[in-house]
């Protein structure tokens, strides 16, 4: 009787012992789960923050280019001796 009761106890033991475990394997699956989710978000803030750099650069070259184009547009004499007789 008494063996069945320490057999009993340490099952107990081992059947903590491997709950206690899979816990901690668990919980670090989601902390390491976490931090690379933490490591891609940063990630592609840091790629949302160039491609707002980079769009706003390619904005500034076009409105200096069209500005640029319709300046010339406007001083052409090739504009200016085409328009129609009114």
């Known amino acids: 009787m008494m063996?069945?009761?320490?057999?009993?106890?340490?099952?107990?033991?081992?059947?903590?012992?491997?709950?206690?475990?899979?816990?901690?394997?668990?919980?670090?699956?989601?902390?390491?789960?976490?931090?690379?989710?933490?490591q891609c978000g940063s990630e592609l803030n840091h790629q949302a923050e160039n491609t707002d750099r980079m769009l706003s650069r390619i904005g500034e070259e076009a409105v200096a280019i069209l500005e640029a184009l319709e300046s010339l547009y406007y001083s052409s004499t090739l504009r200016t001796s085409q328009l129609p007789l009114q």
């Open 3 to 38: 063996e069945m009761c320490a057999a009993k106890m340490a099952v107990d033991s081992l059947l903590k012992l491997v709950s206690d475990l899979k816990q901690t394997a668990i919980f670090s699956g989601f902390g390491s789960l976490n931090d690379h989710v933490e």
